[in-house]
Nanobody
Framework: QVHLVESGGGSVQPGGSLRLSCAAS????????MGWLRQAPGKERESVAR????????YYADSVKGRFTISRDNAKNMVYLQMNSLKPEDTAVYYC????????????WGQGTQVTVSS
């Protein structure tokens, strides 16, 4: 089992920045691929960013390219999402998730953290 806990969410004005953190514990060898997903009210959950174990293969949704950066520190079992130039449409609950490199579906999820972007 892998336990994931997100932190760092909050309220920010448009153009501002936030850094989300995800702490992993338990059988962390099952978290070779880490991702951040978000869900806004009335919208489908979408994948925002994804990162492999070595940190050299990334995925970003078109809507966040150039603004968000995913990174990880395996020694600390931490994953981060740096969010810059935030827009109101970025408002959502953000989730950290993990899976093996052979699976296509995330097996482990955090509880989510709220990000609100408004003036």
């Amino acid at each position: 089992q892998v336990h994931l806990v997100e932190s760092g969410g909050g309220s920010v004005q448009p153009g501002g920045s936030l850094r989300l953190s995800c702490a992993a514990s338990g059988r962390t060898f099952r978290s070779r691929v880490m991702g951040w997903l978000r869900q806004a009210p009335g919208k489908e959950r979408e994948s925002v960013a994804r990162l492999n174990w070595s940190g050299d293969n990334t995925y970003y949704a078109d809507s966040v390219k150039g603004r968000f950066t995913i990174s990880r520190d395996n020694a600390k079992n931490m994953v981060y999402l740096q969010m810059n130039s935030l827009k109101p449409e970025d408002t959502a609950v953000y989730y950290c998730a993990a899976r093996s490199e052979y699976d296509t579906e995330y097996a482990y999820w955090g509880q989510g953290t709220q990000v609100t972007v408004s003036s």
